[in-house]
């Protein structure tokens, strides 16, 4: 009987033992389940993550390439409206510079024949008179206006427009009345030659006359030296001529040595 106890209760130990074991093994199996489970789904959000970051690695170098595009489109837009603004902004500057220089060539021109009608009325005794016409002058509008509409086409070489800037009168006695003397003789010329004239009209005419001849122009007219002497004491007094030819003989006539 005592074996039969040892025996059964070894039967029992090794009943319980091997269903320990059994239980051993179900649990690694269901660990090593998990485990796997586990690691499937551990490299598949792994992997889900490294593709995800990829396309995102992908989108974002496509992006900074569309950037940088851009920005060089941007960059040579730019740079070519930089180089444009430069050219308008040096066009502007010489613009300003050629106004600022025709403003003061106008000032320069106005203060010379200021002075010079001013000098020109008082050794003239007023025979002749320059003086500029202001704005709102009907003879200064008619002026403008006639040499505006009557400029040729191109004959300015820049420009096409005509800009009056100042208009002078000129009232010169002597030389008006050799014109009328002039045209009174024509006319009892026509008459002894029995020609009839309709009408006869006088016409303005447009010339250029050069800077250093302007003020010569305005007392004698286009003449020559010997008309123009001849003219002088019409203009001058005889005192003043005198005086003038006295001094210009005794400064062209050759100085005298002293003798011992």
Same mark, same amino acid.
């Given at each position: 009987?005592?074996?039969?106890?040892?025996?059964?209760?070894? +039967?029992?130990?090794?009943?319980?033992?091997?269903?320990?074991?059994?239980?051993?093994?179900?649990?690694?199996?269901?660990?090593?389940?998990?485990?796997?489970?586990?690691?499937? %789904?551990?490299?598949?959000?792994?992997?889900?993550?490294?593709?995800?970051?990829?396309?995102?690695?992908?989108?974002?170098?496509?992006?900074?390439?569309?950037?940088?595009?851009?920005?060089?489109?941007?960059?040579?837009?730019?740079?070519?409206?930089?180089?444009?603004?430069?050219?308008?902004?040096?066009?502007?500057?010489?613009?300003?510079? +050629?106004?600022?220089?025709?403003? !003061?060539?106008?000032?320069?021109?106005?203060?010379?024949?200021?002075?010079?009608?001013?000098?020109?009325?008082?050794?003239?005794?007023?025979?002749?008179?320059?003086?500029?016409?202001?704005?709102?002058?009907?003879?200064?509008?008619?002026? $403008?206006?006639?040499?505006?509409?009557?400029?040729?086409?191109?004959?300015?070489?820049?420009?096409?427009? !005509?800009?009056? @800037?100042?208009?002078?009168? %000129?009232?010169?006695?002597?030389?008006?009345? *050799?014109?009328?003397?002039?045209?009174?003789?024509?006319?009892?010329?026509?008459?002894?030659?029995?020609?009839?004239? *309709?009408?006869?009209?006088?016409?303005?005419? &447009?010339?250029? @006359?050069?800077?250093?001849?302007?003020?010569?122009?305005?007392?004698?007219?286009?003449?020559?030296?010997?008309?123009?002497?001849?003219?002088?004491?019409? &203009? &001058?007094?005889?005192?003043?001529?005198? $005086?003038?030819?006295?001094?210009?003989?005794?400064?062209?006539?050759?100085?005298?040595?002293?003798?011992?």
């Amino acid at each position: 009987t005592a074996n039969n106890y040892l025996r059964r209760k070894m +039967d029992r130990v090794l009943v319980l033992r091997s269903s320990v074991e059994a239980q051993r093994r179900s649990e690694r199996k269901a660990r090593e389940e998990r485990g796997f489970v586990v690691r499937t %789904i551990a490299q598949r959000v792994v992997g889900d993550y490294a593709a995800a970051c990829e396309a995102k690695a992908v989108e974002e170098r496509q992006r900074r390439g569309v950037v940088d595009a851009v920005s060089a489109q941007l960059v040579l837009r730019y740079g070519a409206l930089c180089l444009l603004e430069r050219a308008a902004v040096a066009g502007s500057e010489l613009h300003a510079d +050629d106004q600022r220089r025709e403003g !003061l060539e106008c000032v320069e021109s106005r203060r010379r024949l200021l002075l010079f009608g001013a000098h020109l009325e008082r050794e003239t005794r007023g025979a002749a008179t320059v003086r500029r016409l202001p704005d709102d002058d009907p003879q200064r509008v008619r002026c $403008a206006r006639a040499a505006r509409e009557n400029v040729k086409r191109q004959f300015f070489r820049t420009s096409s427009h !005509l800009n009056v @800037v100042d208009v002078y009168k %000129i009232d010169n006695a002597p030389l008006l009345e *050799k014109f009328h003397a002039a045209t009174t003789t024509a006319a009892a010329a026509a008459k002894r030659r029995h020609v009839t004239q *309709k009408k006869t009209n006088i016409k303005g005419l &447009f010339c250029a @006359v050069p800077s250093e001849s302007l003020e010569r122009v305005c007392v004698y007219g286009f003449r020559g030296d010997a008309d123009a002497d001849d003219l002088a004491p019409a &203009f &001058f007094s005889t005192h003043w001529l005198l $005086a003038e030819e006295s001094s210009s003989s005794s400064s062209s006539s050759p100085p005298q040595e002293n003798g011992a």
